[in-house]
């Protein structure tokens, strides 16, 4: 961290009382100290950031973080505060402020940041250190890692190693665990749980080695450590990776939130394995990613079900970012070009610099190049998350042919299942020593792509696509009734888990049919779009209109959840759903069910899977599509201020003092 920090960076007398004042305060010593650019544009990053999750600490601290276009160079800016500023953590206010700004996809550099900086942040001292500095330059020496190692350990320290060696000279060594952590970002909540669950093993006086698994790379634990383990622990969102090193072990296997909130109870699970003998069914073929238990999706003998959604979450996680880059090219061209745009002649042979129809049919067919990797890219990344990167050549290839036979988007799930399951099946196979290095980039590759291709272009392509093309024909004749009880599922799932597996199964039904758009799938995604709208919108209103049923974190939640709601975001929610569950979601869902039947009912369409209120131009009939988003919001907002003002009052009628929307709330996420 030698270079992320300077004196300049350092203010130990924040007068901030916000954490928007806060960010920018720090980040306008950013700016001067020329590692920011676009101070606006940057602070508009770091709202986006947390809105979708609080990033205070327990103990007093916030790290409020972001990529940025704006960042010239990983940077880190640290801010005391005396009154202290409400980040959302369960514990209160944070003191100890720290922005940390990294480039646009510098995801190595950006895990660095945090990682280091949240390894350090667990040490009391650290922290005790920062509170008492009374020089900038000295502060910032400390959070770089440059403060002078103690010649002797303190005297306690030296008594607890003394006991810990005479100990294990006893043979009462300690209970050993490994763990591994790793979420879809591989960014704060990968290292918090690392964190969380080492500082648990300190108190409980068990030893644990975290293996954290981020988004760029991770470093193997060491063999001899796993096999010196008592117990495993992974708690992780994505597939673990070399499952196989783990096997003979008792295995807890939940998610990475887990992880972060309750590690003492998972170590002493952990323990309780040991003694029982409990064993992980982990076998050799779980080279790679393979099966096994781990599933990513908390629980230690996971059922199919779960695996399979885990499964389908990691292709359309990788789908997303092709459907809103070609999809929002291709709403542009209709807006520039006409629908008609569409029909263009190729613009590598007819392209005209001055006429605004050939600029048209260029983001036209960009889009569409970009749209017909859709299906490759989600078989091969369902297959990838079966069984990692020897999967990824036949997912892609079994995709490809799911668009020859014309089977769509079902036959991209299917190929992609078909690939994981192959590779998964040829990976159990023994093979000798020798043929162990070119299993995964040919032999695996080469026999999973000929099976695949054969049961999709022979088995099941054609059936596939019968079925697709009777979907998409059921979808064109939806209307009156059935058209309106659809639209309130799609409504339900939007907004159950505000970005979660509902949701994305939700929006990936709808993203599918503009592939090959008709009147049925362009009024699906017209109605999922509204829906998503719906939950961000009423929160920001909710807050406006009843203030006191909310902490002052989620009323700045609320001042960014309308454009939040308004761009289709809508994680912009989550914050109030984590914060008060059993009120909010039953409301949005609501909400959204009114907004998905309405806007069926109304006939609503939408040409682009993306954009929110800005592709208002490209929704037929647009007045009444509004007119759906507002009614579901309302539904939505008066729900949620009736169940929240109940609430309130129960505890007023039964005569107890002092209770507000803010401490309510808090009583709320701890329970």
């Known amino acids: 961290m030698s270079e992320l920090i300077t004196a300049e960076l350092v203010d130990l007398d924040l007068s901030a009382t916000t954490k928007d004042a806060a960010a920018r305060s720090l980040a306008e010593r950013m700016v001067a100290a020329h590692r920011v650019t676009g101070l606006d544009g940057f602070l508009a990053d770091v709202a986006a950031r947390e809105a979708q999750m609080p990033t205070g600490l327990d103990g007093g601290i916030g790290i409020p973080h972001c990529r940025s276009e704006h960042v010239t160079a990983p940077t880190l800016a640290f801010g005391r505060s005396a009154a202290g500023i409400d980040f959302g953590a369960a514990d209160g206010p944070a003191d100890l402020i720290f922005l940390i700004a990294a480039p646009a996809g510098a995801d190595d550099d950006h895990l660095t940041i945090l990682s280091g900086l949240a390894r350090r942040l667990m040490d009391p001292e650290f922290t005790a250190a920062l509170r008492a500095g009374t020089d900038p330059a000295a502060v910032a020496a400390l959070i770089r890692g440059e403060e002078p190692a103690e010649e002797h ?8 190693d003394t006991e810990s060696e005479t100990a294990e000279a006893a043979g009462s060594a300690p209970f050993r665990i490994v763990a591994v952590t790793s979420c879809p970002t591989g960014i704060a909540h990968t ?34 450590v796993i096999a010196a383990a008592d117990a495993v622990i992974w708690a992780h969102d994505v597939e673990v990776r070399e499952k196989a090193r783990f096997r003979g072990k008792p295995l807890v296997d939940v998610g990475v939130k887990a992880g972060i909130n309750r590690p003492a109870e998972l170590i002493a699970e952990a323990r309780r394995k040991a ?6 069914a982990v076998s050799e073929a779980d080279d790679a990613t393979g099966s096994g238990d781990g599933d990513g999706s908390g629980g230690d003998h996971a059922h199919f079900g779960v695996r399979l959604r885990t499964y389908l979450m990691s ?13 929002l090219l291709i709403a542009l061209s209709f807006a520039i070009g006409g629908y008609e745009i569409a029909s263009a002649k190729s613009v590598a042979d007819h392209f005209v610099w001055g006429e605004a129809d050939s600029w048209a049919a260029l983001l036209n067919q960009i889009g569409s190049a970009a749209f017909a990797f859709l299906v490759p890219v989600l078989a091969g990344y369902i297959a990838y998350g079966m069984a990692d990167r020897p999967a990824l050549v036949p997912g892609f290839v079994g995709g490809s042919i799911a668009l020859t036979v014309n089977a769509g988007f079902l036959g991209g799930l299917v190929a992609g299942l078909l690939a994981g399951a192959v590779v998964m099946a040829i990976q159990r196979v023994p093979v000798h020593a020798t043929l162990r290095g070119i299993m995964p980039v040919l032999v695996i590759p080469l026999i999973a792509s000929a099976v695949v ?4 272009f022979i088995v099941v392509g054609k059936p596939i696509a019968s079925l697709q093309n009777a979907l998409t024909d059921w979808l064109n004749g939806l209307s009156g009734s059935n058209a309106v009880i659809l639209g309130v599922v799609l409504g339900l799932m939007m907004c159950f888990d505000m970005g979660g597996p509902l949701n994305k199964v939700a929006y990936a039904f709808a993203v599918g049919g503009l592939a090959d758009p008709t009147d049925g799938s ?3 995604m017209a109605a999922v779009m509204a829906a998503g709208m719906v939950p961000p919108l009423a929160m920001a209103l909710a807050t406006t209109v009843r203030k006191k049923l909310f902490t002052k974190t989620e009323r700045e939640n609320g001042r960014a959840a309308w454009v939040l709601g308004a761009s289709f975001i809508t994680e912009g929610a989550i914050p109030f759903a984590a914060a008060d569950p059993l009120r909010v979601i039953p409301s949005v869902m609501a909400g959204g069910a009114v907004t998905g039947a309405l806007s069926m009912a109304f006939g609503a369409t939408l040409r682009a899977p993306h954009g929110g209120v ?5 929704i037929g009939e647009p007045f009444l599509y509004l007119l759906a988003i507002a009614a579901g919001t309302l539904v939505a907002t008066a729900l949620v201020v009736l169940l929240k003002g109940a609430r309130r009052a129960a505890p007023d009628a039964a005569g107890e003092k002092g209770a507000t929307g803010s401490d309510d709330s ?3 996420v701890a329970a």
């Open 153 to 160: 350990a303190p005297e306690e320290e030296r008594a607890e």
């Open 666 to 668: 808090r009583v709320t």
């Open 191 to 224: 290292y918090m749980a690392a964190e969380s669950l080492a500082a648990a093993g300190r108190a409980e006086g068990v030893e644990v080695t975290v293996e954290t698994q981020g988004s760029a790379g991770f470093t193997k634990l060491d063999p001899g």
């Open 453 to 456: 291709g054969f049961l999709m």
């Open 315 to 327: 292709g359309v996680s990788y789908m997303v970012p092709f459907v809103a880059a070609g999809g």
């Open 614 to 618: 800005f592709v208002v131009p490209l």
């Open 275 to 280: 003694e029982r003998g409990e064993v992980a």
């Open 522 to 524: 362009l009024k699906v």
